[in-house]
């Protein structure tokens, strides 16, 4: 992943256990003073937003944990690799596609990043410049040229 991705987990992390994780075992006392358990909306309420809070805790524990931090500047960009901005030519009707390939969490392909780990990307990875490649997708298989590797900064 990117250090920007790697340092936003981290802090949103951070501030899980530092402070949510007080307000939650705050809001859940002041809801126990409230009496009967089983019928108590505010209890259960809390209680749902702390399992909820937890999960994302031990998941973000684990994406931190096992992060592989890449700055993508200081990669040679003449084969595909990470971070590298690949343009396509479709062969069948000449229509061009650009993909950066980035880490899971910076994934938007509405923005054209795509995760390393897609099948297009796995496809990509290695690639150069004038290479045909052939990618399955949702619509079938299509068969494109690669006009250009290179890097270009990324904007999340």
């Known amino acids: 992943m990117l250090q920007a991705t790697f340092t936003r987990l981290s802090t949103e992390l951070e501030q899980l256990k530092t402070v949510e994780r007080g307000k939650i075992a705050h809001v859940i006392d002041v809801a126990r003073e409230l009496g009967d358990l ?33 700055d993508p500047t200081k990669l040679p960009h003449k084969r595909v690799s990470f971070g590298s ?11 061009e596609v650009r993909y ?16 390393i780990g897609s099948p297009m990307a796995r496809v990509l990875l290695g690639k150069e410049e004038g290479d045909e490649v052939q ?11 690669i006009e250009s590797v290179s890097y270009e900064e990324i904007i999340l």
């Open 38 to 70: 089983k019928e108590n909306a505010e209890y259960h309420a809390a209680k749902d937003k702390q399992g909820l809070m937890e999960a994302r805790i031990l998941d973000l524990t684990d994406l931190v944990g096992r992060a592989q931090v890449i």
């Open 85 to 95: 901005t690949v343009e396509l030519i479709d062969q069948e009707d000449e229509t």
């Open 100 to 115: 950066t390939l980035v880490g899971t969490q910076e994934s938007n392909p509405d923005k054209g990043l795509i995760s």
């Open 135 to 145: 990618i399955t997708l949702p619509s079938g298989t299509k068969s494109f040229d």
